[in-house]
């Protein structure tokens, strides 16, 4: 699967918040049809890093290549037309609009019907087609015509892949995909990522080792700002250091799936 | 494809009973009403100006108080036409509304930059620059005295303007309908419904590809187009224009309008403006002071029944009897 030229090349960021220096010097490489799993203690600076991915964030020193071209100074919204798309950790959606508008208007910007000023919304077949396809993948049909205010977080995270999977991602960033979700919902998020596209490139950042065991063929470690590590699974689960400063002895069993996933 | 329900944004397209509900009403009015067709027409202008402003206010989450800015160079673009001898009255218009809309092109991708208070204040301050200085250019704008002495061509070549006001009613109601049935389908559009997403959550449209700029300042120039339009509606219906156009009172008075009315659907200013303009037409003959207080009263009970403006209360209202008798 390695092409010559990665999906998503990053070179060297780095991040400063005053004297905080929150991203050292990270090099990271996704290949195409990667699945990577980047954990690492809180405040690792593993949102900051997706902001600078994502163009949230302008980096102080580094480079961003996506398939071969440079994106470090280009804008959030042509990044995501460039195919590098996100979801977040805290969602953020169209709260007073329903499950089916919020997903409709991600499918419209990505036909590139937006500057269309003429025809009716509601009369775009084909747009309105492809919202209910991606509403009935994620299991939204029940709270197809609610508001998003009104439907339980969990399904709100649903929304947000929902919306995530309309803007055709060929590199997918997931923030924390997980959080929130309730156990038993769980397998509706994983299955909806395990039916991506194969030669989707995907960066999961993530907490729980069980999702990261069921996901990940990459894992790369994130501690202080800094890249400790990466590799297969094993290799990171079995490297003393990560560990020592971030499994611990429950994270390591979690991941051996010697605790029930998500008992509750 | 399954049925969408019929209040989502992306089901506004359609005629709805209300609409030519409110129509027939209109032009019943001309006949039932024909002493008052002047202050008809007041009100139909203003329910045009109202229209535009609910596109940039209600559909775009833009809070502007410059608005009678857009208002105002439309009414004295269309008396300098008519002073400079362009009688005619359609074509005039146009290009009354295409110069706000050239001016908004300009001004909107500064001012659009700016959300929340630092935008209205810097809308603010452009509209008290642009009264003042229209108030110094007594050359351009005749000062305190303004323009008189407009003619206008009949209408079409056939309607001549003297019959009781009649013509100019009917003038101004015939583009009310027009331009709300263009507003009404660009809201309906994909572009509308992407405008309603930037009112929602801007950081997020930028994150699914939409630059947002652009669409407001599109949005920020047809908003200002149909406002120029307004404009020398007013000034031919009047045949004077003077500086009261660009006063803040204008953009104000909008505003309070389209809250009264209900906010973000298009039919809030078709009920707004009219309630707003003859609550004052009629309560300032029967008390020149206090009939202000009736509109903070009006107010208060908008904002305590739920924001939706007397169209939600409406709604809440009939919702309720239709519930009750269940």
């Not at chain 1, 964030?57 to 195919?83: C, I």
């Not at chain 1, 000023?117 to 084909?126: F, M, T």
């Not at chain 2, 229209?134 to 056939?158: E, F, M």
């Amino acid at each position: 699967m390695s092409t010559a030229v990665p999906a998503l090349e990053a070179a060297g960021l780095s991040k400063h918040f005053g004297a905080l220096h929150v991203t050292r010097d990270v090099s990271l490489s996704l290949q195409h049809g990667a699945r990577m799993a980047l954990i690492g203690p809180n405040g690792a600076g593993k949102t900051t890093l997706v902001n600078l991915l994502t163009g949230v964030l302008k980096p102080d020193a580094g480079r961003l290549r996506l398939f071969g071209e440079d994106l470090t100074q280009a804008s959030a919204s042509r990044r995501t037309r460039r195919g590098l798309v996100r979801t977040f950790q805290i969602s953020s959606l169209y709260t007073e609009l329903t499950v089916f508008e919020n997903v409709f208007i991600a499918v419209s910007e990505c036909a590139g019907a937006s500057f269309d000023l003429w025809r009716p919304a509601g009369k775009r077949i084909e747009l309105l087609e492809r919202t209910e396809a991606l509403v009935e993948r994620l299991h939204l049909h029940e709270d197809m015509h609610r508001k998003v205010s009104e439907i339980a977080y969990g399904r709100q995270r649903l929304v947000e892949i929902a919306i995530a999977l309309a803007m055709k991602p060929k590199v997918l960033l997931l923030d924390e995909p997980a959080a929130g979700i309730p156990s038993n919902e769980l397998h509706l998020l994983l299955g909806a990522i395990e039916s991506l596209p194969a030669e989707i490139a995907v960066l999961m950042i993530e907490h729980d080792m069980e999702m990261v065991r069921r996901f990940a063929t990459e894992v790369a470690v994130l501690v202080q700002g800094e890249l400790l590590m990466s590799g297969t699974p094993k290799e990171v689960m079995s490297h003393s250091e990560v560990r020592a400063v971030y499994l611990g002895a429950a994270g390591t069993e979690r991941f051996e799936g010697k605790v029930l996933a998500h008992a509750a | 494809m399954t049925a969408l329900p019929s209040d989502s944004i992306l089901m506004r397209h359609g005629v709805r009973r209300g609409e030519v509900a409110w129509l027939l009403l209109a032009v019943a009015c001309a006949f039932v009403f024909p002493e008052y067709l002047s202050v008809g027409t007041s009100v139909l202008v203003m329910v045009i100006l109202v229209l535009s402003f609910d596109l940039l206010l209600g559909f775009s989450g833009v809070l502007s108080f410059g608005h009678a800015i857009f208002f105002g160079l439309g009414a004295y673009v269309a008396g300098w036409l008519s002073l400079a001898g362009w009688t005619e009255p359609i074509s005039a218009v146009l290009l009354a509304g295409l110069a706000a809309a050239l001016l908004a092109l300009v001004l909107g991708p500064f001012v659009l930059r700016l959300t929340g208070l630092p935008l209205l204040m810097v809308t603010l301050a452009l509209g008290v620059l642009v009264f003042e200085a229209a108030h110094k250019a007594t050359g351009l704008t005749g000062g305190d005295d303004g323009l008189s002495g407009i003619r206008i061509a009949p209408v079409l070549g056939v309607f001549d303007w003297g019959l009781g006001g009649r013509t100019g009613y009917v003038y101004v109601l015939a583009w009310g309908v027009l331009i709300f049935a263009l507003l009404k389908r660009v809201v309906s559009s994909p572009f509308g419904v992407a405008l309603q997403g930037i009112r929602e959550n801007p950081g997020r449209m930028r994150l699914i590809g939409n630059a947002v700029l652009p669409h407001l300042v599109l949005a920020y120039a047809i908003s200002a187009a149909v406002a120029g339009m307004a404009g020398a509606l007013f000034t031919q219906s009047n045949a004077f224009v003077g500086l009261g156009v660009f006063a803040l009172d204008t953009s104000v008075d909008v505003l309070v309008m389209l809250i009264l009315g209900g906010i973000g659907s298009l039919h809030g200013a078709l009920i707004g403006a009219p309630l707003y303009m003859l609550l004052k037409h009629f309560s300032s003959q029967w008390n020149p002071f206090y009939w202000m207080l009736l509109i903070g009263v009006l107010l208060i009970a908008v904002v305590m029944f739920g924001r939706g403006g007397a169209l939600g209360i409406a709604r809440h209202a009939w919702q309720g009897l239709r519930g009750g008798r269940r």
